[in-house]
Nanobody, 124 residues
């Protein structure tokens, strides 16, 4: 299953966006879903995950929220108070296992389901 994130676009500093990603339902009910991003010229980095708990990168804490809708088999990333530093391609990932260790939930290659990202550009 190839995941596809959607909802990206061009926004201004301070604006909000909500990203979406359809995932296998079992990853929502008893697994882990996560969001990652990769800015131009930088490595992919962890943004947020929902497994045994909800986890956020320090850079997005209190601004971004991960949530899901089991009926729609969709995980969301609500992004508020966007900054130019948030500009990146955002990717979703999912796994049937429930991660609680940062060693697992913060590494994209630990997730079985991964896919294409969506570009978020925040202008100053």
């Amino acid at each position: 299953v190839q995941l596809q994130a959607s909802g990206g676009g061009l926004v201004q500093t301070g604006d909000s966006l909500r990203l979406s990603c359809v995932v296998p339902v079992n990853t929502l009910t008893r697994g882990t879903v996560g969001w990652f991003r990769q800015a131009p010229g930088k490595d992919r980095e962890f943004v947020a995950a929902d497994g045994r708990g909800t986890y956020y990168a320090d850079s997005v804490k209190d601004r971004f929220t991960i949530s899901s809708d089991t009926a729609k088999k969709t995980v969301y990333l609500q992004m508020n108070s966007l900054k130019p530093d948030d500009t990146a391609v955002y990717y979703c990932a999912a796994d049937d296992r429930s991660f609680s260790s940062r060693y697992h939930y913060s590494q994209a290659d630990r997730y079985y389901y991964r896919g294409q990202g969506t570009l978020v550009t925040v202008s100053s």
